[in-house]
C-alpha cells in the first residue's frame, strides 16, 4: 500500500484564491510527522509546512495552512490567497515514528498552476 | 539557500560509466538523506547516514553505494550507468534528535545519462 496519496495530479487556481491540494497518508505508528515541500521549475525542494501526530492544532505558516483530519489520516495542504510565484510542484510527506533514523516517504506530487 | 550543497549541479555522462555525486550537509546536521527524482516521479528515498553510519535504506541499486565522511559530507556513487539512472538526485540533510526536524535539501545534481 502507499504510504502517502496525492489524488491530484495537476490543479489550477485563480490568483488570490485559495486552494487546498489533499493529500493521505497511511501508517499504523502512532507516532508521525507530516510535511510539504514545494519544488518550483528551478528544480529545488523547500520546506513549507510541518504538523506533528500529536499536535492538537492545525499548523500555520504565513499563506500556509495543514487540515490535519486524523481519524481520516488525511493532512491537506491550504493555501490562501494564492500567487503567481505559487506555481510549482507540491509533494507531502511523513516520517514514521520518533527516531532520527527513519525514513521519509513522498507522495506522487501535485501541480498547481496559478491563474493570473 | 537551504545551507545544503550539492555539486556538480550538471552531470553528462554515457552509459556504463561511474560518477560520483557530492553532498555538504547544514553546518551542524548529522543525517544525510539522498533521493532520486526521474522524470514525472516522485522523490524516491534512496539511502540514510547518521554521524558516518548507515542508518535506513530504501530502494537503493546494488551498483550505488553511499558513504558520509567523519566531517560529515557524503558522497553517492554510481557505477555501470544506465540511459535509466538519468534523474535529478537530492541530498538532504537533517539535524536534532526532535521529531519537528524535517529534513532541509540540497539544489540537487541532474545527472544524465547519453
Given at each position: 500500500a502507499q504510504k502517502i496519496t496525492q489524488t491530484q495530479p495537476g490543479m489550477f487556481v485563480q490568483e488570490k484564491e485559495?486552494?487546498?491540494?489533499?493529500?493521505?497518508?497511511?501508517?499504523?505508528?502512532p507516532s508521525y510527522g507530516l510535511f510539504w515541500y514545494k519544488q518550483p521549475s528551478s528544480g529545488e525542494m523547500i520546506f513549507l509546512i510541518y504538523q506533528g501526530s500529536y499536535d492538537q492544532q492545525n499548523a500555520t505558516e504565513?499563506?500556509?495552512?495543514?487540515?490535519?483530519?486524523?481519524?481520516?489520516?488525511?493532512?491537506?495542504?491550504?493555501?490562501?490567497?494564492?500567487?503567481?510565484?505559487?506555481?510549482?510542484?507540491y509533494f507531502c510527506a511523513m516520517r514514521e515514528g520518533l527516531s532520527n533514523f527513519n525514513k521519509f516517504y513522498f507522495g506522487s506530487g501535485t501541480k498547481l498552476n496559478v491563474k493570473p | 539557500d537551504s545551507g545544503v550543497t550539492q555539486t556538480p549541479k550538471h552531470l553528462i555522462t554515457a552509459t556504463?560509466?561511474?560518477?560520483?555525486?557530492?553532498c555538504s550537509p547544514r553546518s551542524g546536521d548529522l543525517s544525510v538523506y539522498w533521493y532520486q527524482?526521474?522524470?514525472?516521479?516522485?522523490?524516491?528515498?534512496?539511502?540514510?547516514?547518521?554521524?558516518?553510519?548507515?542508518?535506513?535504506?530504501?530502494?537503493i541499486l546494488e551498483r550505488f553505494s553511499a558513504q558520509q565522511f567523519p566531517d560529515l559530507h557524503s558522497e553517492l556513487n554510481l557505477s555501470s550507468l544506465e540511459l535509466g539512472d538519468s534523474a535529478l538526485y537530492f541530498c538532504a540533510s537533517r539535524g536534532g534528535l526532535a521529531s519537528t526536524d524535517t529534513q532541509y535539501f540540497g539544489p540537487g545534481t541532474r545527472l544524465t545519462v547519453l
Open positions: 485559495a486552494v487546498t491540494l489533499d493529500c493521505t497518508y497511511d501508517t499504523s505508528d504565513g499563506r500556509y495552512s495543514l487540515n490535519f483530519q486524523k481519524a481520516r489520516k488525511s493532512a491537506n495542504l491550504v493555501i490562501s490567497a494564492s500567487q503567481l510565484g505559487d506555481s510549482a510542484m | 556504463g560509466q561511474r560518477v560520483t555525486l557530492r527524482q526521474s522524470l514525472d516521479q516522485g522523490l524516491q528515498f534512496l539511502i540514510q547516514y547518521y554521524n558516518g553510519e548507515e542508518r535506513a535504506k530504501g530502494n
